[in-house]
């Protein structure tokens, strides 16, 4: 009965041309199914990242799910699954919530609703505290990627963010017997473009990309190359443990396919608004939402450590680096058809002087409370002044910490193996990195988009430079003006 309810409700709160969509894709979702006669013995999985468009997602399938039980007195087994990460606010955490109590998921026993944290898989409990290593796995990312790329958005925060996504399918898709479907919203069309994509950057970072027809199965598995390669790259060749805890899970059935709702569904947010905001009671919070993310507090630091970058390592003023970061990021809000209203607000955000400083303040605090980093580390990485031999190190000592000037050749020393116990700690402090990840830094290379890649193969080159998500401006290097090509990046 109470499923009757629910799917009566979400009918109303639905967008009008997604309802009868609903049955459409109800047909098809049913003629995919392996088990057609005893729909329970099917399990179909959703992602539920925790934005306003997989809140959408999540609603329109309860939909379908619905839908199959109110055709043939039973449906399959739906799995919801979150993937958390340190870039993840509570706030987020209570708009999934919201989203299962508005759909009745709790109560549903043809429900399961999964949070996968790292390579744990856990029932969702929306108030579980953040685990202490998942927040080290993912800081020490951050760092390690940001010291090789002036704390590029994109550098420091996405790519090994994308990769643990990537294995967070792997993982919630073999769990408890599997699952026999995987819904997406993105089109067949993207999904082909997307899997060419990974192929083509393995084959040019020197990899053998796995058998096209192994489908998602093969496409986790040149995934797992990859991430082996980039961590390899970022964290050194010799840290095994690492590369390990970061591989991508492709053990999933060959079979094992996806399907898409994207012709059904109304993914433009502006004509699902009602469903969001009145029935999954979603609310677009200042610390979750930010930029074209929903439920990722990361581009509100992507943006501090642009304005970071320009105020200290360019001698600038951090309201012209935050200036550059919000020109780009609005830019790409509209080419992602957010609602002009959600553009306005965004912009009136970061509109005036009180503005900007008041969201300095809370990209700081978020750094330090979400990551453990203090001002006085993020201003180090966007220095990079330990990567690629230290090229950048007289220059950051120079600026941020000049009674630190006469030891340069004692750093320099201590970075290339030698021991020093005086100046070992204060290096910590200064980058919250420990001396071994100095010295990976100092042996490694640092990214320059005029770094010649063509002999030996760099997987962070290859994905910073084929980036959709980055835009070349005109930035001014130092106080006097001096103007040269820059990258901006993020999300």
Known sequence: MLRTTILADLRKALPERDVPAVEECATRLYESLPDQDDLG???????????????????????????????????????????????????????????????????????DL????????????????????????????????????????RATFCNACNLNVANSFGVAARHDNGVDLIITGDSPQEQRDYALWIRKLARDAGLKPADSRKGFKGTLETLNGLA???????????????????????????????????DYTSYASGAHWRLLSDFLGFVFDEIAFNFTESDCANPALMAHLR???????????????????????????????????????????????????????????????????????????????????????????????????????????????????????????????SVNDLRVLHDGVLWSPRTDISGQARVLHRVMVTDPHQKTITAKRNPEGEEMLDRVAGR
């Open 114 to 153: 999964l949070l996968i944290e790292g390579n744990q898989v856990r029932p969702f409990e929306r108030d579980r505290p953040m685990p202490h290593r998942l927040i080290e796995f993912n800081r020490t990312d951050m760092l390690m990627s940001g010291h090789r790329s002036y704390g590029d958005g």
């Open 228 to 262: 082996t390669a980039y961590f390899q790259e970022i964290h050194g060749s010799t840290d095994v443990e690492r590369s390990q805890e970061r591989r991508v899970t492709s053990d999933v059935p060959v079979a094992l396919q996806f399907f898409s709702i994207y």
């Open 307 to 433: 304005g970071l970058r320009t105020e200290r390592a360019y001698g600038r003023t951090y309201a012209e680096g935050i200036g550059q970061y919000v020109d780009f990021a609005l830019e790409l809000m509209r080419r992602k058809n957010f609602p002009e209203h959600l553009v306005e607000e965004m912009r009136r955000r970061y509109e005036t002087e009180d503005g900007v400083e008041h969201m300095r303040k809370v990209a700081g605090e978020y750094a330090e409370d979400a990551f453990g980093l203090t001002t006085t580390q993020l201003v180090c990485m966007v220095y990079s002044p330990f990567a690629g031999g230290a090229v950048h190190l007289r220059e950051f000592l120079a600026g941020e910490h000049p009674h630190l000037l006469m030891d340069e050749d004692r750093i320099r020393a201590l970075l290339t193996g030698e021991d020093d116990r005086l100046l070992a700690p204060q290096l910590e402090r200064i980058s919250g990195l």
């Open 41 to 111: 013995r099917n399990t179909v999985m959703v992602a539920y990242g925790g934005g306003k468009d997989s809140a959408y997602a999540v609603a329109f399938v309860r939909a379908v799910h619905l839908a199959l039980a109110e055709r043939y007195g039973d449906t399959f087994q739906l799995r919801v699954v979150t993937m958390r990460h340190g870039g993840m606010p509570y706030q987020v955490m209570l708009n999934i919530d919201r989203t299962y109590r508005a759909l009745d998921l709790y109560e549903d026993s043809r429900v």
